[in-house]
Every structure is written in C-alpha cells, then in structure tokens.
C-alpha cells in the first residue's frame, strides 16, 4: 500500500497561483487513480480533479480551466497546477490514490486565498 505525503500549500493572494505535489512512496504508482479533493470549513470534501494511470483527466466545474492536473510516474508524484486563485478556492486539500477497493489519503495540505 502506498503512502502520501503532500506539500506547496499556503496563503497566495486572489488571482495567484500555486503547484501542490503529492508523492507516494511503495510500489506500482502508476497503476493508481490519483486525486485532488479539498475541504473548506464547515463544508463536505469534495473532488477537486482525477487523473487516471493512463493520464486522462477530470475535474470540478468549479475549477476547469484554471487547475491542472498532472502526474509523474517516474517520481511517484502528482500535481496539481493552480492559477487565478479565488478565495473560494480556501480549504485543506488531500492527495487520494485509488485502485481497486484500496483508497490511501494523504494528510492534507492548507490552502488560503486572501488579500
């Protein structure tokens, strides 16, 4: 099973960006489904985007086109590129990989949008 350990939160003002990555360690990342999803205060986490092994992608209405996902097999690492930031975009963002009935989460990473 793998482990997730994410990195690049923190404060950036409206209409910033920043790159969160999110590296596992173990075997046979690139036979997971890796996820973004975040959670704002007093809301559900939600799905922020996917990218599958085979690298398509999918995302939230609320951030297409302006969030990118990627990943790096041979790093064991996935990002995910955020530009023209809103302060609705504040919340704790977690890593998830996904295969089969085994789902890993990360331990989240603070992101805050504010002037």
């Known amino acids: 099973q793998v482990q997730l350990v994410e990195s690049g939160g923190g404060l950036v003002q409206p209409g910033g960006s920043l790159r969160l990555s999110c590296t596992a360690s173990?075997?046979?990342?690139?036979?997971?489904?890796m996820g973004w999803y975040r959670q704002a205060p007093g809301k559900q986490r939600e799905l922020v985007a996917l990218?599958?092994?085979?690298?398509?992608?999918n995302y939230a209405d609320s951030v297409k086109g302006r969030f990118t996902i990627s990943r790096d097999n041979a790093e064991n690492t996935v990002y995910l590129q955020m530009n023209s930031l809103k302060p609705e975009d504040t919340a704790v963002y977690y890593c998830?990989?996904?295969?089969?009935?085994?789902?890993?989460w990360g331990q989240g990473t603070q992101v805050t949008v504010s002037s």
């Open positions: 990218i599958a092994s085979g690298g398509s992608t």
């Open positions: 173990g075997s046979a990342f690139s036979t997971y489904v």
């Open positions: 998830k990989a996904h295969r089969g009935f085994e789902n890993v």
